[in-house]
């Protein structure tokens, strides 16, 4: 999978005009053996046909599917420009990603990136980021304040072939060390430490030495062990050097008290990192249960119900990267009404088909099946544009 590090990150960077940008991003993508020379008239061609200023001080500039044949290696390069450089409509980049994808992996960094989009305060941050380091965090959509977690679907592993619980502590240590939030002695300290049985085959280990920045992560093995006598079907390994864990062991502690902590592994990753981290104030921590994702279907279904849907199949050979994907939102743009869209093929939940970042996030691969909900007075208009937009290619099949 595509990913972003600070090794491809370049610092304090200046150009005069979003062209120039691009072409400097351009000639370093050359440089690195990513790309031929052609591929720069990809890139421009690519921004003149539509803006790739994603929001958020955030452009991603890429070449077009017909200079795809230019790219010997997938990769990125990352300016980050202080000054800002004018991307057009008012908008100014401080960060530019310059994308080189043979196909379709460039998906992965867009789908990341639609947590960052969401986020308040990603522009400003990423004017006064000093380090490569923290370019990194703030695109992964890790905040760099002081009381910031650090807890993602990547930091959960299930069936995870051990026979002892050291094991299990050495594995959770490499997932905290491999996402910045421990050091060499935070691992050392994870894998020495001592666990605590929670309950239900559920236990807990924490170090507050050698972290960087306090994060969480979860190991479930393929087979229950047992530890001084206690099954073990997971062990949650928390590193803190502040209090941004707190919400964490709260809820552990309620699982606990309301005997759910044994439902935790019937969850997907996604699903125990949202349930784990309430998103409300209300005090209560939430059960580690479907309930929300049966609400969410409801709610889809009576959208079926008292609006336009139509379902109609992704022809496009590289799925719906950022090009169709913005004929796709661009086409839904005009319309008054209110269009959600899912990816049918993957069960995801419905989102605003009139953002690109979040259409981008779908994932959505050749001859997957979107489906569209329209509620509005041009709700059926709206659908049957959509469907002749897929249908022709979203402008790649001219």
Not at 77 to 101: C, E, K, M, R, T
Request: glycine letters at 10%; a negative charge; hydrophobic letters at 40%.
């Amino acid at each position: 999978m595509l990913a972003l590090n600070a090794q491809d990150i370049h610092m304090q960077q200046h150009a005069a005009s979003k062209q120039d940008a691009i072409k400097a991003i351009a000639g370093l993508l050359t440089q690195k053996g990513l790309v031929e020379a052609g591929y720069q008239d990809g890139m421009l061609a690519r921004e003149a046909q539509t803006s790739t200023y994603l929001g958020s001080g955030i452009a991603i500039p890429h070449g077009t599917t017909d200079t795809r044949d230019q790219v010997k290696q997938t990769g990125v390069q990352v300016f980050h420009f202080p000054d800002g450089v004018d991307w057009g409509d008012g908008n100014l980049a401080y960060v530019a990603i310059g994308i080189a994808a043979k196909s379709d992996e460039h998906l992965s960094i867009l789908r990341q990136l639609t947590r960052v989009l969401s986020q308040e305060g990603v522009e400003e941050a990423l004017q006064k980021v000093e380090r490569a380091e923290e370019v990194v965090a703030i695109l992964n959509g890790e905040t760099t304040g002081a009381q910031s977690l650090t807890f993602k679907p990547e930091m959960i592993l299930s069936g995870f072939p051990a026979s002892d619980m050291t094991t299990l502590q050495a594995v959770g240590a490499g997932l905290l060390k491999n996402h910045h939030c421990i050091n060499h002695e935070g691992v050392s300290q994870l894998v020495a430490g001592n666990p605590i049985h929670l309950g239900q085959g559920h236990w807990l280990l924490g170090i507050n030495q050698g972290v960087e920045q306090t994060g969480v992560s979860v190991v479930m093995p393929a087979t229950s062990l047992t530890h001084h006598a206690q099954s073990v079907n997971a062990l949650w390994c928390i590193a803190a050097n502040n209090a941004a864990h707190v919400p964490v062991l709260k809820t552990l502690t309620q699982w606990k008290a309301d005997d759910q902590l044994a439902t935790c592994i019937d969850l997907s990753p996604q699903a125990l990192v949202n349930a784990c981290i309430p998103q409300t104030s209300t005090g209560a921590s939430p059960a580690p249960a479907m309930a929300s994702t049966d609400e969410r279907q409801k709610a889809t279904d009576k959208a079926i119900q008292e609006g336009e849907n139509g379902t109609f199949t992704i022809t496009n050979t590289h799925g719906l990267h950022a090009r169709p994907g913005a004929m796709l939102v661009n086409t839904a743009k005009k319309f008054d009404a209110d269009i959600q869209v899912a990816n049918a093929s993957t069960q995801s939940d419905s989102v605003n088909a009139k953002s690109l970042m979040k259409v981008i996030a779908l994932g959505v691969k050749h001859g997957h099946q979107l489906h569209f909900t329209a509620q509005g007075a041009d709700a059926a208009q709206a659908i049957s544009a959509l469907g002749n937009a897929i249908k022709d290619g979203l402008g790649e099949h001219a």
